[in-house]
């Protein structure tokens, strides 16, 4: 516990070097260099929000405009969007989505950072150990809104912690920051108030001042968080009625935690895992504990962790993604300050030592999936631009595989790079901005209408397969079926003419609506489209 004096101490203390901005900068430029090594980053949910942004671009006449239809209206799930849209107009679609991931994890690592230094200046040799979570569960699933405003709403919070002698400037970024962050992402967003809430909870905890003054700092010093409860009304007014409401399973909370780190190599991620629950136990029995303040952000988001729904109104993982956070400030508030030196330094040489393993197999699975990406993507070419492609993609299940082939949403690539209709593109009411026009079929219009399951997974039987995709497909409505993975058909279905492969992917033209050129058969294009511009 700290009195008020030497909190007031604390915060004239010297701040650990590796806390300084050099230092913070060029650690933050390293975390970002995998993405040197691909076109587009292999973050599951980045090529569907590119899909949307270029529904969004098409110009009125056009195909993509002739299936969906694209309306701008308020949403608690629109930072991504708007900042595809800003990074589009002078860069392109491609480079956008590029940008907007390097963007995303450059503000979720800063916010960590910012965290650690303003909470824990003289105790922060978890820094390493913190910063593991950056490429963690929410930024590989490309969660870009969430990433976003949760690097924002830990740089708020950080900013707020350090203006402890600036109470209105304090005030003034709270009630501009939380609309803000709110409209970037819902869950993102509400990390803030929740950060805020608790830390100044920790200090009243800390110094025990009384109950009338504990009141009234607290009134204080939250009063600015009822702008989180304005925004919502305003969301609630605005927003049409979404569907699906509140759903819990706990089965998803108990896989949060092996997902947490989940990446190329499971012994990897999960022995790492392991290490930094032992670094939080060990540290905390030799004394390298947490004040209250220091501790009861990373617990409030524990908790919330633990009684939060799966999915709300359609947008799913909302509970997963909040433990890598959680564990990130646990480890990176960790006070370390009253453990012997050498032992602090051990454990901070070790966090970057873990950290530089880890980041370097992120960058060879970045690779790897940037060729894959490329093998996969070829089949565009034989894609007609404006066309109608029907997508089915093979997902297997954890025990054939821990490390997934994030292909999840690339058919939706095929509206960025050829103005194509696909199965892919998202449109929860509520939640999204688009809307379809083309409907091929009952469970064709939209995600999550592409996925399949391996053969292994479903038994043939228990979830659907690419062969009971298949026998329900409209390909009468269609001028493609593109299989990711699948391998090709079992039965030959004489409606469908091969006309690309490699692997177990395979491209196929409906021969109902196919003319045959040269032995190739190429899709009549009833509609001319200029196909967007790559990179």
Same mark, same amino acid.
């Not at 433990?323 to 646990?330: D, E, G, K, N, R």
């Given at each position: ?173 709270? *009630?501009? =920051?939380?609309? $803000? %962050? +709110?409209?970037?992402? /819902?869950?993102? &967003? !509400? ?5 805020? #809430? ?74 790492? *895992?392991? =290490?930094?629950? $032992? %670094? +939080?136990?060990?540290? /905390?029995?030799? &004394? !390298? ?5 220091? #501790? ?80 996969? %993507? ?96 409209? %390909? ?60």
């Amino acid at each position: 516990m700290h009195s008020r004096e030497a909190m007031a101490l604390e915060g004239d203390a010297v701040t650990l070097p590796w806390l300084r901005a050099p230092w913070l900068l060029a650690a933050i430029a390293v975390l970002c260099l995998p993405y040197l090594l691909v076109t587009i980053p292999p973050l599951i949910d980045l090529p569907g929000h590119l899909g949307a942004a270029a529904i969004e671009a098409a110009e009125p006449g056009g195909a993509l405009r002739q299936y969906w239809h694209w309306e701008w209206a308020y949403s608690l799930n629109m930072g991504g969007e708007v900042l595809m849209k800003l990074l589009a107009d002078k860069l392109g679609l491609v480079a956008a989505g590029w940008w907007s991931a390097v963007i995303a994890t450059a503000l979720f690592a800063a916010g960590c950072v910012a965290a650690i230094r303003a909470v824990n200046p003289r105790g922060g040799y978890g820094l390493g150990w913190a910063l593991l979570f950056v490429f963690s569960y929410p930024l590989l699933m490309g969660f870009i809104n969430y990433v976003l405003a949760t690097g924002l709403a830990l740089l708020v919070f950080a900013a707020w912690v350090t203006w402890r002698d600036r109470p209105v400037t304090r005030t003034v970024l709270l *009630l501009l =920051a939380q609309p $803000v %962050l +709110l409209t970037c992402h /819902a869950v993102g &967003g !509400a990390l803030l108030p929740l950060l805020v #809430g608790a830390y100044a909870l920790g200090a009243i905890l800390d110094e025990r001042p009384g109950w009338r003054v504990a009141v009234r700092r607290l009134a204080r010093e939250c009063w600015p968080l009822l702008a989180t409860l304005a925004t919502m009304a305003l969301w609630k007014l605005a927003a049409p009625v979404g569907k699906g409401g509140l759903q819990w399973f706990a089965t998803q909370k108990l896989l949060a935690f092996p997902f947490a780190l989940r990446d190329q190599s499971q012994a990897l991620d999960i022995a790492t *895992l392991v =290490a930094c629950g $032992v %670094l +939080l136990v060990a540290g /905390a029995i030799i &004394g !390298a504990r947490w004040s209250w303040r220091q #501790g009861l952000p990373a617990l409030a988001l524990a908790v919330l962790f633990a009684i939060a729904p799966g999915a709300i109104d359609g947008s799913a993982l909302i509970d997963v993604r909040l433990l890598p956070v959680a564990i990130m400030l646990a480890l990176g508030l960790q006070d370390w300050s009253r453990v012997s030196l050498p032992v602090a330094r051990g454990v901070a040489l070790a966090g970057v030592a873990l950290l530089s393993v880890r980041l370097a197999a992120t960058a060879h699975g970045f690779a790897a999936y940037d060729a894959d990406y490329k093998t996969q %993507l070829a089949a565009l070419d034989r894609v007609q631009p404006g066309a109608k492609v029907l997508a089915l993609v093979e997902h297997s299940c954890l025990r054939e595989s821990w490390r997934t082939s994030r292909t999840d949403h690339l058919p939706s690539l095929a509206s960025v790079y050829r103005g194509a209709w696909t199965n892919d593109n998202w449109a929860v009411p509520g939640l999204h901005m688009l809307k379809p026009k083309f409907r091929p079929g009952p469970g064709y219009s939209a995600d999550p209408s592409t996925f399949v399951w391996s053969p292994g997974c479903s038994g043939g039987t228990l979830l659907r397969g690419v062969e009971q995709a298949m026998r329900r497909a409209p %390909l009468e409505k269609v001028d493609y079926v593109w299989l990711i993975g699948t391998g090709e058909l079992k039965k030959d279905d004489q409606r469908l003419a091969e006309v690309w492969r490699s692997g177990r992917s395979v491209l196929y033209a409906v021969k109902a609506r196919t003319n045959v050129l040269g032995g190739q058969a190429m899709a009549k294009s009833t509609v001319k489209v200029r196909a967007p511009t790559k990179g």
